[in-house]
Structures are given as structure tokens and as C-alpha cells.
């Protein structure tokens, strides 16, 4: 902040450069605006002050209405509490504007030691709490979320700490989100502070990005979009904010975000992975297929699993795209390559490694290797509980008594689509595959749009390649859902 005057009034002391107002020493959490509005009365300490100039002095940069101002006034009242005579601080005049009452008195702010450290402390946390968050480790994900929380307990009205805290929040539920309980009220805390920050800063592009993850993951699809939207406008040069739009979005305009983001930061795996999907719900696996090799290769180049964005799941679809091409021993290869990288802690590795056992399972069953088949579900099921193509295939054909439980579990929990994925995969198992694409026909038809199901035309289980005509409508409708 630029260094201001300090005004000194009873026990209160307001530092204007910094946004801080002080009670005997100790700080009171007030929004930055309402500091700006506050610091424009004390400044014309006794004489009244138009509704019009106090807008421009708070909210230079953003169109508000008359409510905005009365309730930051509200705000301040209720912060400074009664003046020594028991009169209001702020006394509004009807029709004129507002008045500060009380005597002032104002000295040049000197900023000691601490408090520059005070200054730079959420920005410290923030650069290094977000190299931490990059690094999709949890561990990691873990400990910046408590330096971020560190941060806000001394800065309540810093819209940077919000940020951060709101992103720790989110990516903790990430870590969650495969597992029979995902952590619901860790995303719930990443939607609140993500807003906040928001409020405090209208003007951060940060703040906007992660608000429109954070709505992506609560199921917000539109305010996503548009929240991204925003952070790209703002900061049009910053790959994150391209790269999330990527992520919340499909078809052409996830196409054309994770292009924007290879521009800015060539070589980022996950954004290969990103217009690959794409490319595999068109069908078009020749070009899915050079972008994951282009990923893989930047992943090699910088360091694999010591990069500094690690990517997972490049191996994982690129083997099934072996697998829907036949070539059963380059698809193996594939998956133990996309199994090796579990170790690294990543935040979806373990999603990742189910869906390499699942894939592997279906090889075996290939061969009728059932026994081995079995045990590489399980292995799957032993990731994650909730993985409804391994339970539908457990259930209907291996094991029937072991998992008949996680199969209730499964029809409550995941999403319309992965649910039919289960059934059909049941089907397909008995023989019905026209009625296992009937069903997934019927669940893609009846949800909203977006990327449900983009993975079918290579899906391990269902044969979809080998069986065009049975799978023509569902195919035909993920490439429309796709353009």
C-alpha cells in the first residue's frame, strides 16, 4: 500500500495508505472500502461530504448504487461503535451526504519494521502457498492451506489471503472427491472465500479464476464460465486463468482456451491433456493421440514427475487409445507407466491408478485371464470405492457377495452418467450391449451439456469400437455435445 496520513481519533487510529484501522493498538476487521469511505469523511472531518464523492473515493473503478455506500456506513457505525458523547460518528445529513463529528488529528504515517512485514506477508504466503497448490501434491495442498488461514487471521480483509485459502479449500476437496465421503464442507469454505475475495477485490483477476473453479466444482456450470470469463479479461495474458477456463469448459471453447494456454505456456501437460478429451469424444483419436504425446514429451523434457506442473492421466488415455486400436501390449505398457507415477502424491493420482487397474482388468478379461481380471479391479476398488464400471463389473461378473454393497453405495453417490456407465458395463458383460448403449444414449440425452462421457469411445469394457454399428447414436451424440 502507498504510505499515508494517519488520522487519530478517540481510541481509534486509521492508517489510510494501508487500510488499517486500529482500536487501542489491536486491528478491526473492516473492508478495504469501507476504509476508503471512511478515511474520505475524516478527511473533511466536520463538514459534510456528498453521497457522490464518497462512491468515487471507495469505488473508483466499479458501477454501485446508493445501497453499497449505506451499507458500508452501516458497517463503519457498527465497528466504531458510539462516539465519547454517545452521539453516532458518522451522522448522515438527508438529501446532503454524511459528516464525520468527531476532533482528528493526523500525523504522516511511518511504517515501522513490522508493519512492512505485515505488508508483504499475504504476498509471500500467496507465492509460495501457490507454487505449493501448482504442485497438485497433497501434502503440500495441505500446508499452504494453513499458512493461508495463518495469513488471514491477521489480515481479515486481505482479498489475496481469501484467494489462497479459497484454492487450498478446493483442491483439498480434490483430494476427497473420489473417496465414500468427499470433504463437502471443504468446498463449501472455498465458496465463501473465494466470494469474499471477490467482494474485497472486484478487480482481481485471481480472485475470479478461482471463484469460477470453485463454482465449476459445486455445480455451477454458466457462473463458472462466466467467472473465468471475467479473470480472462482482467489478466488476458495469464495462462492460469486460461488453463481453468480450459477446464470448466468443453468442446471448441475448452479446445480453444487450452490452446491460449499452450501459447502463453508452451508445453503444459495437463492442457494437452485438456484438447485431447476433446478430440476422443469427436472421435478423432489421431489427434488425441499427438496431443498427449506432445504433453508427455514436455513432461520427459522438464523432469517428469519432478516438474513443475506434473501432469497424470497421459499415459492412462493414451493406453486406451491403444486398447480401442487393439494393440492390447503397448495399452499394458501405458497403464504400469501411468501406475509408476502414484508415489508422487499427486492430487488426482489416485483416480488415475483406478482407472489404469480398471483398464487392465479389462485386458485380462480380454484374455480370459478372469483371475487376474478380478484382482486388478480389486485393485481399482481399493483406490477408489466409489468406481462404478469396476463395482458394476465385480457385481455382475466376477464377485458377486464381496462388492453388492459398494454397488448401493455407487447408485447414490456419482453423478447420472456414471451410473449408466455401471449398468451398461453389466450389460455388456451378459452379452446385451444394444441395451447397454441404449442406456447410455438415454442418460446423455437427459443431462446438461458438457463433457459427461467424453472417454465412451475408448472405454475398455464396452467395445464400443468393435461394435460401430450398435454404438453409432451415442457416438453421434458425444460428438455433437463436443462441437
Known sequence: MAAGPLYSFGPFQLDAGARRLTRDGAALPVPARHL???????????TVVAKNAL???????????DNSLEQAVSGLRRALGPAPGGDTYIQTLPRQGYRFNETVRTESARASDAELESLIAPHRAWVEGRAALESLDAGRIARARAAFETVLQANPADAIAHVGLANAYV????TTRASGSP????????ARHAREACRLDPRSGEAWATSGFVLDRTGHGVDATAALGRAVSLEPDNWRHHFRLSFVSWGEARLREARRTLALLPGLPLAHWLAATVHVARQNLDEAEVELRAGLESMQATGGEAAKFPGVALEWLLGLIELARGAEDAALVCFERELALEGQNHLYGRECCANSWYAIGAVHLRRRQRDDGARAFRQALDRVPRHPAAVALAV????????APAMSSVSSSVSAVDRALADAVARVAAGASAEAAGIMARALASCEPGSHGWW??????LGVVAQPDTWAPV?????SRAS
Not at 470433504?183 to 472455498?190: E, K, Q, R, T, Y
Not at 455382475?396 to 462388492?403: C, I, K, P, R
Not at 465412451?456 to 469394457?461: D, N
Open 396 to 403: 455382475g461378473a466376477l464377485d458377486q457377495g464381496a462388492t
Open 475 to 479: 457416438l453421434a451424440q458425444l460428438r
Open 171 to 174: 483442491m483439498q476437496f480434490e
Open 456 to 461: 465412451l469411445p475408448v472405454e475398455p469394457m
Open 36 to 46: 476508503d469511505v471512511l478515511a474520505a469523511l475524516i478527511a473533511r472531518a466536520g
Open 183 to 190: 470433504d463437502v464442507a471443504s468446498l463449501a469454505a472455498a
Open 55 to 65: 462512491v468515487e473515493a471507495a469505488w473508483p473503478d466499479v458501477a454501485v448504487t
